[in-house]
């Protein structure tokens, strides 16, 4: 098999044999997904700042 037919047999398994979600559910996943993103950094940073004002108070102390 060439890369040619490669390239065609590829286009036509895509556009004939896949099954494709909506475009409202691939909306609300990504929605879905971009939330949880910011909720998880912002609760990283938040154990970020708990961690590093932890220790700048330890470190005072010497």
Do not use: C, P, R
Not at 15 to 38: G, L
Request: hydrophobic share 50%.
């Amino acid at each position: 098999m060439n890369f040619i037919q490669y390239i065609k047999d590829s286009f036509d398994e895509l556009s004939n044999h896949m099954t494709w979600i909506s475009k409202e559910d691939a909306q609300k996943t990504t929605v879905t997904v971009a939330v949880f993103t910011i909720v998880f950094a912002l609760a990283v940073a938040g154990i970020d700042y708990v961690f590093q004002t932890g220790l700048d108070n330890f470190f005072k102390l010497f």
